[in-house]
């Protein structure tokens, strides 16, 4: 699957990853060949990969804090549902934050959830198969995966 193709078929999404509107691209995907949708998964996973950066991890969660009223970091499952937020949100948004940082933060709101889109994948293959997927791609979208992204973590 092309990236053009990826974004296409995000952009019906109309920039949030809601379970209704994942839904309806889990059904649009599982229309399509199989080999769309491991090329989907591919997309997205190497997406989420390219956006796992300390610079985006170690923001603030925009709208809480703590007790003290210090700013709440994002969690690992947080900073993942961000990620797929951004993804969610469209090509535009996904490549202006490599720029500016600051188009990344109010993505960590809790008003922006996008995991729902982590699950539309495995929803096409097994709407398209009648198969559980025990998918693997090439790269890892789980957060601190890319190590590139997070020099201090580097072995």
């Not at 603030?60 to 009223?69: E, I, K, M, Q, S």
């Not at 934050?97 to 729902?116: L, N, Q, R």
């Not at 025990?134 to 957060?143: G, K, L, P, V």
Request: aromatic share 14%; net charge negative; proline share 5%.
């Amino acid at each position: 699957m092309t990236w053009a193709d990826f974004w296409a078929l995000i952009a019906t999404l109309d920039g949030k990853a809601t379970q209704e509107s994942c839904r309806r691209l889990a059904e649009e995907l599982s229309r399509r060949p199989v080999p769309d949708i491991i090329g989907f998964a591919e997309r997205h996973a190497e997406a989420l990969y390219r956006l796992d950066q300390e610079k985006f991890g170690t923001l603030p969660v925009v709208d809480l804090t703590d007790r003290d009223g210090s700013p709440f970091p994002q969690s690992s499952d947080v900073f993942l549902y961000t990620r797929c937020a951004v993804v969610a949100a469209g090509r535009t948004v996904w490549e202006s934050v490599f720029f500016d940082v600051d188009k990344f933060a109010p993505y960590t709101s809790t008003e922006y959830d996008g995991e729902w889109l982590l699950y539309v994948p495995d929803q096409a293959y097994e709407l398209a198969t009648g198969k559980e997927w025990d998918r693997t791609t090439r790269h890892c979208f789980e957060s601190y995966s890319n190590r590139d992204g997070w020099p201090h973590l580097r072995n």
